[in-house]
């Protein structure tokens, strides 16, 4: 029953984490488990390099001041891997066309999903030729090629995701649904998987107001097992402000802003 539609705090440059310093403006504590689950976070993508962020929460576009909590904290999380000299790239999802997925898994002629006629023809687009996706070649315009592109380049995926209505949002969820092309090819047609895939490694940083963001979570991370993708604990965690489902009031919601504005706040070693 989470919104997550309230304006977050303005980011600072500093990145340093100590818990003694997670206390926003008006005297809100940032909690310790959310303090060290960025810090677990940041300490294991220290020792990664080829590192894909995957943003895909949402605002108003005319909104700018406006940066939801988890597209703010990638970009901390990726400003401070730069200036570690890492490799590590950054991607808006909700900023790119991508369409729906087609349902081709299971259609009137059965299971169709990537088989080999649905390889993406471009070479710019499709450059490892295990891009197979119809909707991508129904639709001139999707951009999911982006996204594929960089993640056969990448050793380590996280996605940044809201949690809305007990379920993940519907960009996260449009662009895993538009991927399933990736497990089908060994699961259903028997391929072997994808070799740039073989050992990489997913998590999730998930946001959430008030219901179910800990069973989403262990559901999105079994996705990424059945996927053949490794899901080590350091890579993903929840932050659900309240465990009150029904609490709805404005005070909640501008709760988990100063919480998130508090940690925010906080010093990330450099």
Known sequence: ???DHRRAPNQKSALTLTPERAIASTGRRARPSLVDACFRL?????KRNDI???TTSTRYREHAFDVPKTTQLALRVRDHLRRRKKRVVLLDIAKLKIHTCEGNISSKKGNNCGVLEARLPSRSKNPTGHHRCWASINNADDQLYMITRELFRSRLVVFFVSVRWGQTNSVYQRLFERLSWIENRFTSLGETPIPQ???LEAGLVLFGQNWNDAQVLKTQRQNFKWFGWKAPAPLSFYWQYT????DESPESYLGAVEEFGALMQTEWFP
Do not use: Q
Request: glycine share 0%; proline share 0%.
């Open 197 to 199: 895939l073989r050992k």
């Open 42 to 46: 940041i300490r294991y993508l220290e």
């Open 1 to 3: 029953m989470t919104r």
């Open 52 to 54: 894909l962020l995957l």
């Open 243 to 246: 465990r009150n489902a029904k």
